[in-house]
């Protein structure tokens, strides 16, 4: 029976298949099968050591009687059974981290295409129309990233060499962070009232579900650009849609949104400094090779301590 079952969906449209070939190059002494149809998984998982995919639920937890880890190829975890797996003794790791690299690129991406008008640019080129309009410098900007994790580490990192003044919103303020101010979220609003972009890259919790409301939004600054690369409900919809309509802030770049997908008849598709991309900000044709070196040095972990505990991206249940 496999040591490794990794279930059957694929992650921004790359097969399982791969990221079963990354595992086997990186533990060949284990046994990865890929779980391809719902029967193959029930079967599968009964003796598996380690599961790995999107999601796993309590109905195929119980037939998981040697289930010793779940590791889910996503970052967030709040979609999880956590009782569940607590109860069962069952260690659960995330892909924090896999996305670092990729949507650092893409939050510094959006600022940069906002300062320099690039939307509009692309209308104008849609409509065949040269007329010279005004930009932006990203230089000189205060920029505002909201949540300190590997994403918004990774975009402070990529700030460095821009010219701009960063501030981090963190749940620790006290721990160094690669800003040059850093608050609590008691203080957001003093994070963002100066700031010209806000980047979201924190997890949904019962404390940041909303935290972008219609009182923060009325206190950033008027031109400020809001990227959302964190969960759709981190912000309030409504209030937003508000905002821009009132041109309280300045445009907004959401790849992910609350509802999610967005409906057709949304007004969020209407304003013309609103980007929105289909929350794949996390797409990178290196994410299994990535995730891949996070299961495999926990599986490795666990074979030299004998303990499924202190592992690389594990959560506390």
Not at 22 to 49: F, G, H, Q, S, W
Not at 75 to 82: I, N, S, V
Not at 252 to 272: K, M, Y
Not at 306 to 314: E, H, I, R, V, Y
Request: with cysteine; glycine share 8%.
């Amino acid at each position: 029976m496999p040591d490794i079952v990794v279930r059957r969906h694929s992650v921004h449209g790359m097969a399982p298949a791969e990221y079963a070939s990354a595992l086997r190059e990186r533990l060949p002494d284990r046994e990865v099968t890929v779980a391809r149809t719902p029967a193959a998984e029930r079967d599968l998982v009964a003796d598996a050591t380690v599961v790995t995919g999107g999601a796993i639920d309590e109905s195929l937890l119980e037939r998981a009687e040697e289930l010793r880890l779940f590791a889910s190829t996503y970052a967030g975890y709040d979609h999880l059974p956590l009782s569940a797996l607590a109860e069962r003794g069952v260690a659960l790791t995330t892909a924090s981290g896999v996305h670092g690299p990729n949507i650092a690129e893409y939050v510094v991406g959006a600022w940069l295409s906002m300062a320099r008008g690039f939307l509009r640019a692309r209308r104008q080129q849609r409509d065949r129309v040269w007329q010279a309009f005004r930009a932006s410098d990203f230089a000189g900007s205060r920029v505002c990233v909201v949540g300190i994790g590997a994403i918004g580490a990774a975009v402070l990192d990529r700030l460095d060499g821009f010219d701009v003044e960063t501030v981090a919103v963190r749940h620790s303020p006290e721990k160094e962070t690669a800003a040059d101010e850093v608050y609590g979220y008691d203080d957001i609003h003093e994070a963002v009232a100066d700031a010209q972009y806000v980047a979201l890259a924190c997890p949904l919790t019962d404390e940041t579900r909303g935290l972008v409301d219609g009182s923060l939004l009325r206190t950033m600054h008027p031109d400020a650009v809001l990227v959302n690369v964190a969960r759709g409900p981190v912000v309030d919809t409504d209030a937003l849609v508000g905002a821009l309509r009132r041109n309280h802030v300045g445009g907004a770049v959401l790849d992910v949104t609350d509802p999610e997908p967005l409906p057709g008849e949304h007004p969020l598709w209407d304003f013309e400094n609103v980007l929105l991309t289909p929350h794949n900000a996390g797409h990178t044709p290196e994410y299994y090779e990535r995730l891949a070196d996070i299961v495999a040095e926990n599986v490795r972990r666990a074979e030299e301590t004998g303990s499924w505990d202190g592992l690389w991206n594990q959560v506390d249940l």
